[in-house]
């Protein structure tokens, strides 16, 4: 199995990034898929989650900001991020029913 993570980068403080998480290997539409971060001398924490059924459940920190979303077509979760703050700055990483992980993408929000 694989889950490959892209779209992180350098945006300014109330900018919006789309993250985007393709898997391989796995029978996608059958799997829980969420995105968690992991800030510099921090714990990996939940971003937000999403069920084969489309239940989705938010961090308090990010609700009304970020949209998670999925392509069971495309084999494709994704994390529409808009009115970033500097506190967003982490290492995103897409997981697959808790139990298989991407390789992360930086998110970096600053002036």
């Known amino acids: 199995v694989q889950l490959q993570a892209s779209g992180g980068g350098l945006v300014q403080p109330g900018g919006s990034l789309r993250l985007s998480c393709t898997a391989s290997g796995l029978f996608f539409d059958r799997n829980d898929m969420g995105w968690y971060r992991q800030a510099p001398g921090k714990q990996r924490e939940l971003v937000a989650t999403?069920?084969?059924?489309?239940?989705?459940n938010y961090a308090d920190s990010v609700k009304d900001r970020f949209t998670i979303s999925r392509d069971n077509a495309k084999n494709t979760v994704y994390l529409q991020m808009n009115g970033l703050k500097p506190e967003d700055t982490a290492v995103y990483y897409c997981e697959a029913a808790l139990f298989w992980w991407g390789q992360g993408t930086l998110v970096t929000v600053s002036s």
């Open positions: 999403i069920t084969t059924t489309l239940k989705t």
